[in-house]
């Protein structure tokens, strides 16, 4: 396993540098530039702005200077935007809100989608069957940009019970945290009670209950393990899914997270916030991935890298 660990981070590092020459390259090859605006500056001001930043360079060269700085000293660069404040500090303010809701939400979707999963199926074609996967149906054509106004309508201008924006207590956390992970826990609920359906009939789980074994033990003893693996398949590509989906929830709801300034980024060719957050998040999607595989061994021991 140690072997195989060691493999992934080294297959990480140029898979990385390759999100980052692309996304550079891709990002600087759009028309127009940072400084471009409805007002044009005169060609003067522009070249002392081009030439502050770098970008009078060829584009090889910013390639490498922009790689150089993140390997030798972690800096994602300047805002072009926002004089004042550089691309790590944007990044530094804004991530621990995303992240919050972010892993509050992860936690909401995979309890109640496993619960009500295993639940749908231990009881299949009961109401409590026909009810779970209705909602599931329901909650998973419902994304985050459509439950997001749904819930401030309802809760915020309707009923009054919590705020529709902000991030000053848990109070504000429950809009938004329902809001990400709905889809994302009708996923999870549906894909658990096929894989708890296909493994209640298997042979070493008829072999249990023919021993005598109460059922609460053999769900959770002899089921439950290895009908989470399509789950935890699922987890790595959904928590990442719930990290990049917080642009729509900052956006309605004004947490304050980096989707907003990832927004912003891309409506005034701020090419240094752009790259920051899409660095973030891949690094983010590889680390998942290599989690996922880690648990993949440690569930079922069959499994060998």
Not at 152 to 161: A, E, H, I, R
Not at 197 to 210: D, I, Y
Not at 230 to 255: H, K, R
Request: proline share 6%; glycine share 8%; charged share 10%.
């Amino acid at each position: 396993m140690l072997t195989y660990i060691l493999k992934r981070l080294a297959v990480a590092i140029p898979t990385l540098l390759l999100l980052i020459v692309v996304s550079f390259v891709l990002m600087h090859s759009a028309p127009g530039g940072p400084f471009t605006a409805e007002r044009e500056l005169p060609p003067e001001v522009l070249a002392n702005l081009n030439a502050k930043y770098g970008l009078d360079a060829p584009l090889w060269r910013q390639v490498l200077n922009y790689v150089w700085g993140i390997v030798a000293h972690f800096d994602f660069g300047p805002s072009f935007v926002y004089k004042d404040r550089s691309v790590n500090e944007i990044i530094a303010q804004g991530f621990p809100i995303t992240l919050t809701y972010g892993c509050l939400s992860f936690l909401v979707a995979v309890t109640v989608g496993v619960s009500l999963g295993i639940a749908a199926a231990i009881r299949q074609n009961s109401w409590l069957d026909y009810a779970a996967v209705g909602v599931s149906i329901g909650a998973q054509v419902l994304p985050n940009f459509v439950m997001a106004p749904i819930l401030v309508l309802v809760f915020t201008l309707w009923l009054g019970w919590l705020p529709g924006g902000g991030w000053q207590g848990p109070e504000y956390w429950i809009l938004p945290v329902v809001a990400l992970s709905t889809s994302f826990m009708a996923s999870i609920a549906r894909i658990t009670r096929s894989s708890m359906l296909e493994v209640l009939t298997q042979n070493h789980v008829r072999t249990a209950r023919a021993k005598g074994l109460p059922e609460r033990r053999v769900i959770l003893g002899h089921a439950l393990k290895p009908a989470l693996l399509p789950v935890i398949s699922y987890l790595g590509p959904a928590f990442v899914g719930m990290i990049t989906g917080s642009v729509v929830v900052d956006i309605y709801f004004s947490t304050g997270g980096i989707g907003k300034a990832f927004v912003d980024s891309a409506l005034n060719r701020d090419y240094a916030v752009m790259m920051g957050v899409t660095i973030l998040m891949g690094a983010l999607t590889i680390l998942f991935n290599l989690v996922v595989d880690i648990l993949y061994g440690w569930i079922d021991p069959k499994i060998r890298y």
